[in-house]
């Protein structure tokens, strides 16, 4: 069993849905956990301390250990006093589980400012002032885990939700980098892109029969997005830098590719017209590479031209980047 008695973990967006479940199986296995959530619509609006306050109860009535935090994501100040609720509680912090979110469906054209800055202030901001304050907690306590929930949608597209895309989409960047600078310190950072039927789906979807007869909705049950989750906030899980999808009991990892595409030739002086000639080339999926960092794109290169990507003095030794496809 995967065990994570003694441990500490905070679940943001953990009132309801899939973030509620995500709460209840760390409970289950031992963790003491933060339940926070603000207990707001949808779309952020209003706040209910209730709506946290019951998933604790019911994790106590379980038999675990948790408490309630109804501070929101979108501030420093906020992101700072969930971490710190979770120290001073427990005493230190193992686990951060990123859910917090709000969702809307608008067309492109019809999108306001106000609704992109507040998708983009809750997800990708939120993220970012939460895992800061846990990042330094972690760091001076010898690591831990990050898990980011991002979506398809961000990294594949989603009609009606431009906004909510390019929030989720943030976050895996954002996964990126925690990853590459929190190694050294034993912090590790992945994300998942979940397909589970919430309130989210009800929303985006609207049709009341369709939802109670789909066979796909019965089969994107949420529970089923738990496993991974869990795994990956556990020190079971000993990789990081990485994306996963989890839908209807299907589990896969997900990445970007370099593909080879054409090398002009290093004295030439390509024009859009050479583009076009080698579309094909350059467009292909086969042979590529999955990039640990910028750096392995620019590696890449430079083995193919046969150049260093150093000078030749510099004190300082880059991996060859593995080809993987």
């Known amino acids: ?142 690591g831990g885990r990050f898990v980011f929930i991002s979506s398809s949608a961000g990294i594949f597209g989603q009609p009606m939700e431009a906004h909510y895309a390019a929030a989720k989409a943030g976050l895996i960047g954002l996964t990126n980098v925690i990853a590459i600078e929190g190694e050294a310190h034993g912090i590790l950072a992945n994300s998942v892109m979940p397909t589970g039927f919430s309130r989210m789906v009800t929303e985006t979807v609207g049709d009341a029969k369709f939802l109670a007869e789909s066979g796909f909705m019965r089969a994107i049950r949420p529970e089923l997005v738990v496993p991974l989750v869990t795994f990956l906030a556990s020190t079971a899980c000993t990789f990081t830098h990485r994306n996963f999808s989890a839908a209807a009991g299907r589990y896969a990892r997900v990445f970007v590719g370099l593909g080879q595409g054409w090398l002009a030739d290093a004295d030439s002086c390509p024009a859009a017209e050479d583009i076009e000639a080698h579309l094909d080339q350059i467009s292909a999926t086969e042979q590529f590479l999955v990039p640990t960092s910028i750096v392995d794109e620019v590696l890449e290169v430079c083995e193919r031209r046969g150049i260093s990507a150093m000078p030749d003095n510099a004190d300082v030794a880059f991996p060859t980047p593995p080809r993987n496809g």
Do not use: C
């Open 1 to 142: 069993m995967i065990d994570f008695t003694g441990r500490v973990a905070v679940v943001t967006g953990a009132g309801r849905g899939l973030g509620r479940l995500y709460a209840l199986d760390l409970a289950r296995r031992g963790a003491s956990v933060v339940v926070n959530d603000i207990g707001g619509s949808m779309r952020g609006d209003g706040a209910d301390a209730a709506v946290a306050d019951r998933v604790v109860t019911e994790i106590e009535k379980a038999g675990g250990t948790a408490i309630a935090s109804h501070d929101s994501v979108d501030s420093p100040a906020g992101g700072q006093a969930i971490i710190d609720a979770a120290v001073g509680a427990f005493g230190r912090l193992d686990a951060v589980i990123s859910n917090a979110g709000i969702f809307g469906t608008v067309a492109f054209e019809d999108l306001s400012h106000d609704e992109w800055t507040r998708m983009l202030r809750v997800h990708l901001d939120g993220g970012f002032h939460l895992s800061q304050a846990a990042y330094r907690v972690m760091k001076d306590n010898g």
